[in-house]
């Protein structure tokens, strides 16, 4: 592979014209099928088989015209009077109308008729159910209990819901202008003196993304990158390519939607992940580089090395990375299958751009790729013993490796103290920014209606195997019976029969919120009992709705979490062991990822789960946080764990002792991995500043794992770890030494041919194989 690369890095280097010229054009040919084929987004976090989901299939087939939950386009508007009125008030009441009325001239908004004052809805519902309770000699009491559940007005009439559904068949057909010209209409009641906000599916939009954070970002990647060069223009270098890959492969995603059903944070992670690794990747080919133009004047020889060395380790790290978030289909849950690949193929590029595009444009550059000095550069030879932060760090660990290694292990494992209670949960409205006017609705609708409102569920009764069909209504009041014994339930009730009578449709209102734990017990209690229930009443039972879809998702997603961490690191264990022909520097290696992986998902459950330190209001994680940080982090941390540990083995090949070893590889890895990390944390941790909750916690969870890893674990526990091993660390059975092919990621081949030539005294060629 050394040798390949070598030929590819002089090739790009000599034909640098044609390398810009191409990558022109995958540019403008992408960017064109993005702007032609794209579809709109939409976040369908459906898992086929679960149970929810086989219970809305049957909704579907008892109830013919049901909407999928998830494609069902809602808007809800939640109108407030000012504090001592009510809605009923005749300013107010003028004020929702003509709210009303610009709702009904709204795009795409369907039946105009749909759209009712809250105060005239509720007397409505109200004299229709008691009606209803005459007719079939129920309870006025029950009749008034339901009404009240349903209303769209709460009992001191202050506070109104007006809903509709979108005139669409998904979520993703409702246009920005129909929900701008919605958004128009509440901020017109605003000022008419009512509180007034907004939700809904239909409402959902994109995320909005302001450049702030990956300016921030940029911003502190160029700091670095200038204090590690020592050259503007080199220090530029690495951002420049990192976002051609990064704008490579978000306009890939956007024209991939033309194929696959893609949520809206996947290029929001695509750009986090591809920007951070775009900028690594090139900053350690262009730092080797800077190293090899120390032993020849040749640039095309030493671009070729820089590629063949540097970027054999690119090419396995960005691997592991790919590998890592494509494995994410062995869990077959198809939305995060997608935001699998879709990183995966952006750390793709990442790794291509930083292959052919980088040398090609250090070939425009010539003279002047490191120009634009504002530091004398301390020349550091690989040869030389000299010392640096990088030997001195190393040698404090190694007087004394076991108080390091116990401190770092100490520090993790209180970290992951709060991992323990782990909570999984899809977002919501009642979990969004508290700035969003989706959370504010939220709120209003949980102070007036109850937190249980945004939580039901609907129970699917299925009647078609009754001996007698006039035997059904008696049927599904009997569940609605057993389903209102459950202390969680607030209220539950019959909400639909069809035409033949043989389904019921049943709405269930908890007594708790969404993303609360108590609400997925009750859910477990009902499911628990469904089958004695079936057989008392001869029906088929199903609860569905997007509470329980959700819900059903986030554990589905909680249960894959273990036996992927063991996929992933099962999968670290045998690269390494490719890499570094040895079984005690893997099993150190991949342990100390999961040290890191459990601290890193302690940390975040304290700050975003817990609301610790008050950065954000406490609520679940989302549910496919944690299993995609794993994927990610393991790429990243065997990044740290190759360009340092790879030195090592070098050194101690090349006759060092194993301690010497460990220093050697500190003298000429730490001040790299350092850079690297420091980019990749501030690249990740500007994300906090985006308002949706969601990418903050992505933000926080990745710049905090790759903090720990590279600095806690692959700088201080790794090489005290390896300080006791000493050489035990780079043993291997003989056999299995024999069965292992060779990575050769060091380019000991390059060395060795570099060697040859210098023995000889002529200009370095390419192998024979390479011609």
Do not use: C
């Not at 997925?520 to 709705?545: H, P, S, Y």
């Amino acid at each position: 592979m050394a040798h390949a690369l070598y030929r590819l890095g002089r090739l790009a280097h000599r034909r640098w014209p044609a390398f810009l010229i191409g990558w022109l054009v995958v540019l403008v040919a992408i960017g064109g099928a993005a702007a032609t084929m794209s579809q709109p987004m939409s976040d369908k976090f459906s898992i086929p088989g679960i149970e929810s989901e086989q219970a809305q299939n049957l909704q579907q087939e008892l109830f013919p015209q049901t909407q999928d939950a998830f494609d069902q386009a809602t808007g809800t508007v939640v109108v407030q009077a000012p504090e001592g009125e009510k809605l009923s008030d005749p300013a107010n009441s003028a004020a929702v109308d003509d709210l009303l009325a610009e709702l009904r001239e709204a795009p795409q908004v369907g039946d105009p008729e749909q759209f009712v004052n809250p105060v005239t809805a509720a007397a409505g519902l109200e004299r229709q159910m008691l009606a209803e309770a005459k007719k079939n000699g129920q309870p006025q009491a029950v009749a008034e209990t339901n009404a009240a559940a349903l209303s769209p007005l709460t009992e001191d009439g202050r506070t109104g819901l007006i809903q509709w559904n979108f005139d669409v068949d998904t979520v993703t057909d409702v246009e920005q202008s129909s929900r701008d010209a919605v958004t128009e209409a509440v901020d017109d009641a605003r000022d008419a003196g009512l509180t007034a906000e907004v939700t809904g599916t239909g409402m959902q939009g994109i995320p909005e993304m302001g450049m702030t954070s990956e300016l921030i970002g940029i911003a502190v990647a160029l700091l670095v990158l200038v204090l590690t060069f020592g050259s503007l223009v080199a220090a530029g270098l690495p951002i420049l390519t990192a976002l051609v890959g990064v704008g490579t492969g978000i306009l890939g995603i956007t024209a991939a939607t033309a194929f696959f059903d893609l949520g809206t944070t996947t290029p929001i992670l695509a750009s986090m992940l591809g920007l951070a690794v775009g900028i690594d990747y090139a900053l350690f080919i262009l730092s080797r580089y800077r190293t090899e133009l120390r032993h020849t004047d040749d640039r095309q020889h030493a671009i070729g090395l820089a590629v063949g060395r540097a970027g054999s380790a690119v090419v396995f790290a960005g691997l592991t990375v790919i590998i890592a978030l494509a494995a994410l289909a062995v869990v077959q849950i198809p939305f995060l299958t997608a935001m699998g690949l879709a990183a995966a193929g952006t750390v793709l590029v990442a790794v291509l751009v930083a292959l052919t595009l980088l040398p090609a444009i250090v070939g425009a550059l010539g003279t002047r790729a490191f120009a634009g000095q504002i530091r004398k550069d301390k020349v550091v030879d690989e040869g030389e013993h000299v010392d640096n932060g990088g030997t001195r760090w190393a040698r404090a660990i190694g007087a004394h490796p076991i108080i390091a290694a116990l401190v770092a292990v100490l520090a993790l494992g209180a970290l992951a103290v709060p991992a323990k209670d782990l909570h999984l949960a899809l977002p919501s409205d009642s979990t969004a920014a508290a700035d969003t006017s989706q959370r504010r609705a939220a709120d209003l609708i949980a102070d007036g209606f109850g937190v249980g409102q945004e939580a039901r569920m609907i129970v699917v009764v299925d009647g078609r195997d009754l001996e007698d069909p006039r035997q059904a209504p008696a049927a599904y009041g009997q569940v609605v019976e057993w389903l209102s014994g459950f202390d969680g339930v607030a209220n539950a009730q019959v909400v639909g029969m069809n035409e033949e009578g043989t389904g019921a449709q049943l709405l269930v209102t908890p007594k708790t919120g969404a993303a609360d734990e108590a609400t997925e017990t009750l859910l477990t209690d009902i499911r628990a009992g469904q089958g004695q229930q079936e057989e008392m009443t001869g029906t088929t039972i199903g609860v569905t709705g997007l509470t329980a879809i959700q819900t059903d998702v986030s554990e589905k997603l909680q249960d894959a979490l273990l036996p992927y961490l063991g996929v992933v690191v099962g999968l670290a264990f045998v690269l390494l062991m490719l890499v570094f022909r040895s079984l005690l520097v893997p099993l150190t290696a991949t342990l100390g990822f999961v040290l890191s992986t459990l601290g890193t998902v302690g940390a975040t459950v304290l700050i975003f789960q817990e609301g610790a330190l008050g950065l954000v209001d406490g609520a679940p994680l989302v549910s496919f946080l944690p299993i995609l940080m794993i994927g990610i982090v393991f790429g990243l941390a065997m990044d740290y764990q190759v360009f340092l540990v790879t030195r090592m083995r070098e050194a101690y090949v090349h006759g060092d002792t194993a301690r010497e070893a460990v220093v050697d590889g500190f003298r000429h890895g730490a001040r790299v991995v350092t850079a690297a990390a420091l980019i990749m944390i501030s690249v990740f941790a500007a994300f906090m500043l985006q308002p949706d909750n969601l990418i903050k916690s992505m933000g926080f969870a990745l710049a905090a794992a790759v903090l720990l890893d590279a600095f806690v674990v692959r700088m201080t526990l790794i090489p005290a770890l390896m300080y006791l091993m000493g050489d035990a660390a780079w043993s291997m059975p003989r056999w299995l030494d024999r069965l292992l092919p060779n990575v050769d990621v060091e380019g000991e081949a390059l060395t060795q041919l570099t060697s040859a030539a210098q023995t000889e005294d002529r200009p370095v060629e390419e192998p024979t194989a390479a011609r």
